[in-house]
């Protein structure tokens, strides 16, 4: 695992002091690159903006016969509320190696030629990207599936919690994997609902 400075520095510096290094803005990004089966990995924490170009570069392969590129965003609203902005933590090192599995299992399952994924940290503001999720395959098939795949174990698995600021001055705390892929309610007791 490498770790790096951030590109460009967080705006309120002086708040980041005395901060434990997993929750200081100053300590990121921090990324780890590496192969499984020949095919690179390339995971990013950061509380920069996304960048799908990199991200995409990151995965290119002359084998690849699809790229796919998906970015999650942040939408103005949530059950009807008006969303200020969301902001995520996380804690960095737990969370690559959750990631790091999620992107090797996925390229032993299907035959990828490459994974990147990128999580926002911080405060990420309306119409930004929180997360990348790039895979590069062979064919579309096993692109599609396994984009579509990864993204919802990250949810499900990833140690990354959220905060959403409502414009009325309202904040909730959430789990990424309260929702399935269509936004409604996980229940643990009756399996899924309508949220």
Known sequence: MSTAQPESQ???SSNAQGLPPHLNPWTYPRTLS????????H?????????????LSTISSTAA???????GTTRDTFEDRPVAQLSYTTYPQLALKTLDKIAKDAIQK?????VHIS?????????????IVAISAGHRGEAWRSAEEILEI????LEVW???????????WRENRERDSSGNLISKSRGVGKG
């Open 154 to 157: 990250v949810k499900e698995k």
């Open 34 to 41: 590496n192969t499984h089966n020949n095919s690179p990995i």
């Open 10 to 12: 967080p705006q309120n």
């Open 110 to 114: 299907y035959g990828l030629n490459g």
């Open 119 to 131: 999580h926002r940290l911080g405060v990420v503001p309306v119409k930004e990207a929180s997360i």
């Open 43 to 55: 995971l990013e924490l950061t509380y920069s903006p996304l960048d799908p170009t990199t991200a």
């Open 65 to 71: 016969g699809a790229n796919v590129l998906f970015l």
């Open 162 to 172: 959220k905060r959403e600021e409502f414009v009325d001055g309202g904040i909730e």
